[in-house]
């Protein structure tokens, strides 16, 4: 199997902290994308990064890419309860245009 | 960015029923996908459609049929309902000239009884 796999499975932080999660794939990649997925809705795409790239960020999320461990990590800085919601990583394999792979996400609580 | 829409949030149908989900873009994006959505087993890829008229099979596509008329619209069809289709169903649309990125409905949770 080409999927992802993340890590942890579940999450629970206290309002304030920080929540990180990882996400580890198979094959080389062209980018690694993370979506949030609020509970029973579609969806949400966060943030981008490429093969090329080593760290992003994007107002409290910093993401992280290791092609030669092929994982990266998404960091949400000072969580907020609504931050409460699945996240999931993404590949896009290189050469197979459009297809993406999704892990099978982590589900983050964030306790007020 | 783009808005994909869902013909239906719930849907209960009865086993051996055909039944037709629609997802609209409001865009001329030309990459639409469907996928389900079980608990333990993430997103996996139905089917996706690269144009009008023009499908591709994704992972798991026993079952379904889809088709794809216009190119704002993609619909996916289980021919015959089964009890094992029971399922969130997601569609996702790739905007253009993006690094793969895609644009999700809602969602329709379909039961099958």
């Known amino acids: 199997s080409q999927q992802g796999e993340e890590d942890p499975q579940a999450l629970s932080i206290q309002e304030g902290e920080n929540a990180t999660m990882n996400c580890s794939y198979k094959?080389?990649?062209?980018?690694l994308q993370w979506y949030r997925q609020n509970s029973g809705r579609g969806l949400v795409h966060l943030i981008l990064?490429?093969?090329?790239?080593r760290e992003k960020h994007s107002g409290r999320l910093r993401v992280t890419l290791d092609t030669s461990k092929k994982s990266s990590s998404l960091l949400i800085t000072a969580s907020r309860a609504a931050d409460t919601a699945s996240y999931f990583c993404?590949?896009?394999?290189?050469?197979?245009?459009?297809?993406?792979?999704f892990g099978q996400g982590t589900t983050l609580q964030v306790k007020p | 960015d783009v808005k994909v829409t869902q013909s239906s949030r719930y849907l209960v149908k009865r086993t051996g029923e055909k039944v037709f989900l629609e997802c609209v873009q409001d865009?001329?994006?030309?990459?639409m996908f469907w996928y389900r959505q079980d608990p333990g087993l993430g997103l996996r890829l139905i089917y996706f459609?690269?144009?009008?008229?023009?499908?591709e099979k994704g992972d798991i596509p026993e079952g379904y049929s889809v088709s794809r008329e216009k190119k704002e619209r993609f619909s996916l069809i289980l021919e015959s309902a089964s009890t094992n289709q029971t399922s969130m169903y997601l569609c996702?649309?790739?905007?253009?000239?993006?690094?793969?990125?895609?644009?999700f409905g809602p969602g329709t949770r379909l039961t099958v009884t």
């Open positions: 993404a590949t896009a394999w290189a050469g197979n245009t459009g297809k993406l792979i």
């Open positions: 094959t080389s990649i062209n980018n």
């Open positions: 990064i490429r093969s090329n790239e």
């Open positions: 865009m001329d994006h030309e990459n």
């Open positions: 459609s690269y144009d009008v008229k023009m499908k």
């Open positions: 996702a649309v790739e905007a253009s000239g993006s690094f793969y990125e895609q644009y």
